[in-house]
C-alpha cells in the first residue's frame, strides 16, 4: 500500500491546500468517524485512508464553493471565542415574566402598541388570539387592539404558562427598508431562536501581505453554535463588510481549516501578540489584577472588555461526554485570587497535551461576582509552556515565524 504520507502529498497537489491542512483535516474526520468504522469491521489503516479520501474530498468541495460565494480566504488565528448569546431567547424569556405577573394594564398596552401577539387558552381547544390589526393587514401601524377566535395555536409560541402563548413581533416600526422594499419582518412574529456568535480574529486576507489585524467575526444562527479553537493557525472564508474590520460567517463556505504553515506568517508567540493589542488589557500580575481593573472600567466597558492573563494549570479533570475542564490559578503564591475554569469540548480535547503545572495564557472577560468575587470568563487559551502529559518527543520550531 501507498505510504500514507506520499498519498497526501498526491491529494494536497491534486487540490491545491497545503499538506498541514489535508492532514489536519484528515484527523479530525478520522476522530469524528473512528469509532464507526472499526466497528464495521474496518481496519486501522482502512480507516486512515478513508479519512484522507474524505479530508481531500471536502477540503476540494469547500474550495469550489468559496469561488462561487464571492467571499474572503482569512488566514490567522482566533483569539477569542465567547460563547453564543441567543437574543430572541432572552427577549422571550423578560417578556414571559412580565406576562406572568397578570397586570392586565400592561399586557393590553404591550398588544395595543405591536409588542406582542397573546394567545390564551379556552381549555376547549380554541384559543383567544389578541393582535394589532394594522400590524396584521401590514398597514401603516395605529396603537390598538383586536381579538378573534381560532382553533389552534400557530406554530413557534412561547409558553409563558396558565394557558398563556405569545408571539414577540419581530418589528413594529417599519413596514419597508430603506431601498422602499416591503420590509417582510414588519408585523410578522419574531423566531424564538436567534443565535449570534461574534469572534475576534487575529489574521488577514489570504495571498496578500497585509499586517496581521483584529477581525470582528460574526456567526449567526446554526454558524454559531460552532465553537472554534483559540490560537490555532489556519484559514476561514467569510464575507467581509464595507469597513473591512467585521466579516460575516456563511452557510457551506465558512468552515475553520488549522493549518501549521500559517503559524510563519507571525512575528511573535501568541502571548506577545496578545500584549501588543489595543483590544486587550494584559493583566500583569495575573488574575489577582482583575478587581483592579474592572474598577478602572465605565458600565458600558465593562460589556466589551477583554483582559488577558499568565496563569498554572492546577487541575485537568476529563468530562462524561468527552473533552476536558482545566482548572488554572495565578502563578504568585500568594496571590488570593480564585481559580478559572476552561471548558474544553470534546472536539478539542486533543489541544490539552500538556499536564498539571503547565502555564497558559486566558484571554477573557472580567467582571465581579454579585458576592464580590473577581472571575474571568475565558474566550480564549493558549499553553505557553507545556509540561507534558506524556513522554512524546516536541515537534521542531518553525524556520521563520510563529512559534513552537
Not at 93 to 106: C, I, M, P, R, Y
Request: glycine share 8%; charged share 25%.
Amino acid at each position: 500500500m501507498v505510504q500514507i504520507d506520499q498519498m497526501i502529498d498526491r491529494i494536497s497537489k491534486n487540490i491545491g491546500a497545503s499538506e498541514e491542512a489535508v492532514r489536519s483535516r484528515m484527523d479530525t474526520v478520522l476522530s469524528e468517524n473512528r469509532n464507526v468504522w472499526l466497528d464495521a469491521g474496518k481496519t486501522e489503516d482502512e480507516c486512515g485512508l478513508n479519512a484522507l479520501r474524505i479530508a481531500g474530498r471536502q477540503i476540494k468541495s469547500e474550495s469550489e464553493r468559496l469561488k462561487r460565494s464571492g467571499a474572503t480566504l482569512y488566514e490567522g488565528m482566533f483569539i477569542s471565542v465567547p460563547r453564543y448569546k441567543d437574543w430572541a431567547e432572552l427577549a422571550y424569556k423578560k417578556a414571559a415574566t412580565t406576562l406572568s405577573q397578570g397586570n392586565e394594564t400592561v399586557i393590553e398596552t404591550l398588544i395595543e402598541e405591536g409588542n406582542i401577539i397573546l394567545y390564551e387558552d379556552n381549555n376547549d381547544g380554541t384559543f383567544t388570539k389578541r393582535y394589532n390589526p394594522s400590524l396584521a393587514q401590514k398597514a401603516k401601524f395605529e396603537s390598538g387592539g383586536a381579538t378573534s377566535e381560532i382553533e389552534s395555536l400557530p406554530k413557534g409560541t412561547y409558553d409563558a404558562g396558565n394557558g398563556i402563548h405569545f408571539h414577540l413581533i419581530w418589528d413594529n416600526k417599519n413596514a419597508t427598508f430603506p431601498s422602499g422594499d416591503n420590509n417582510w419582518k414588519y408585523g410578522a412574529p419574531r423566531p424564538l431562536t436567534e443565535k449570534d456568535r461574534t469572534c475576534l480574529f487575529l489574521g488577514r486576507p489570504q495571498g496578500t501581505n497585509d499586517d496581521m489585524r483584529v477581525y470582528s467575526m460574526r456567526f449567526n444562527g446554526a454558524l454559531a453554535e460552532e465553537q472554534h479553537p483559540t490560537f490555532v493557525a489556519g484559514t476561514i472564508a467569510m464575507r467581509p463588510a464595507r469597513n473591512g474590520d467585521v466579516a460575516y460567517a456563511k452557510a457551506g463556505v465558512s468552515i475553520f481549516n488549522s493549518d501549521d504553515t500559517v503559524q510563519e506568517s507571525f512575528t511573535d508567540a501568541p502571548d506577545t501578540l496578545v500584549a501588543n493589542l489595543s483590544q486587550i488589557e494584559t493583566l500583569e500580575g495575573g488574575l489577582q489584577d482583575i478587581e483592579e481593573y474592572v474598577g478602572t472600567l465605565s458600565d458600558k466597558e465593562r460589556w466589551d472588555a477583554l483582559a488577558a492573563a499568565i496563569v498554572e494549570v492546577i487541575h485537568i479533570d476529563p468530562r462524561d461526554n468527552g473533552g476536558y475542564i482545566v482548572t488554572t490559578g495565578d502563578l504568585d503564591i500568594m496571590s488570593t485570587a480564585g481559580t478559572v475554569d476552561i471548558y474544553v469540548t470534546g472536539k478539542h480535547e486533543s489541544l490539552v497535551n500538556f499536564a498539571v503545572g503547565s502555564t497558559l495564557m486566558l484571554v477573557g472577560s472580567p467582571y465581579m461576582s454579585r458576592d464580590g468575587e473577581a472571575k474571568l470568563a475565558v474566550t480564549g487559551w493558549w499553553c505557553a509552556e507545556q509540561m507534558a502529559a506524556t513522554d512524546t518527543a516536541q515537534p521542531e520550531s518553525p524556520a521563520e515565524g510563529g512559534w513552537d
